[in-house]
């Protein structure tokens, strides 16, 4: 199945050119979540309902062209991020460590946009780059879970933009500003993907293609990143883990378009602006560095 959010607050599933409304299917308190109806779906396993559901053929059904896509997955209950989890990524950024070394990082939920929205540019003077991951949403709750059992926890699997300004700000700061983690446009159930570790990736800005692929090429696989961070952090179903980017990040401009292609996934792409950017010397709190 394939997952979106649409028109505001409906849930539907693509099938073809079509979006099945699956949203009647769904508890009223589905709509009161902060992170979204899908959710819901996630944690009260609904989702075989919704498979019946759909067998039947006859719930409401949209054009594709005319419906609005949104963020599959709001306000994720965390978004964890791989750094360094590629070798041509780490050969290009001159960096001496790895994910095996650094560990994880997380991003901040409230940085989530959806398909169509734009990312915002902080800083006129500091370099922002796009970075083209695979996005793991967690369907059961996971802690110290080994490599064999890893993929069972996953429900499914999305586009993710881990976007990244270059400054002398922690990591985890770097890539929390808002719109700084797109998502979506679809979460395909994890049935769908017979391997999260032989996918193609592609990411273009603008008309040039800037990352070609394989998450095959990953240093911690699908499996492994899931079994060493439960062995951290508990994940919760609908949590997200954006498992790192290969080779081929680069500068993001006012007015460009971010496209991310993921095998069997999803397609996601977003703008860029650089209207409420400001110079990196005027950010709040910094004179107390310069004092
Ligand atoms: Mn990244």
């Not at 193609?200 to 008309?207: F, S």
């Not at 790192?244 to 680069?250: E, Q």
Request: proline fraction near 6%; charged fraction near 25%; charge should be negative.
């Amino acid at each position: 199945m394939r997952f979106v959010l649409f028109d505001e607050a409906r849930l539907g599933c693509l099938e073809g050119d079509e979006v099945v409304d699956v949203s009647s299917l769904l508890p009223d308190s589905a709509w009161d979540r902060r992170d979204g109806p899908l959710a819901e779906v996630i944690e009260s396993g609904a989702v075989e309902t919704i498979r019946a559901a759909l067998g039947m053929n006859a719930l409401p059904r949209l054009p594709r062209s005319k419906v609005r896509l949104s963020a599959p997955l709001p306000r994720p209950g965390k978004v964890v991020g791989a750094p360094v989890n590629y070798e041509d990524h780490q050969h290009e950024m001159n960096e001496a460590l790895t994910v095996a070394h650094l560990g994880v990082f997380l991003k901040a939920p409230t940085a989530v946009i959806g398909p169509g929205e734009t990312v915002e540019l902080p800083y006129l003077d500091k370099r922002v780059d796009q970075e083209g991951e695979l996005g793991v949403v967690i369907g059961t709750r996971a802690r110290d879970v080994c490599e064999a059992d890893a993929l069972s926890h996953v429900f499914g699997y999305t586009c993710v933009l881990d976007i990244t300004v270059r400054s002398t700000e922690d990591r985890s700061t770097r890539k929390s500003f808002d719109t700084f983690a797109p998502i979506g446009a679809v979460v395909t159930t994890a049935d769908e993907i017979t391997d999260p570790n032989d996918l193609e990736l592609r990411c273009w800005v603008n008309d040039e293609l800037r990352q070609e692929s394989s998450t095959k090429a990953m240093i911690y696989s699908v499996p492994r990143l899931i079994a060493y961070v439960s062995s951290v952090m508990t994940l919760e179903p609908g949590d997200v883990i954006t498992t790192g980017t290969p080779a081929g990040v680069g500068t993001l401009q006012d007015g460009d378009r971010i496209r991310v292609e993921i095998g069997a996934v999803s397609t996601l792409e977003v703008g860029v602006s650089a209207a409420n950017a400001v110079a990196y010397d005027a950010r709040p709190g910094v004179h107390a560095l310069l004092r």
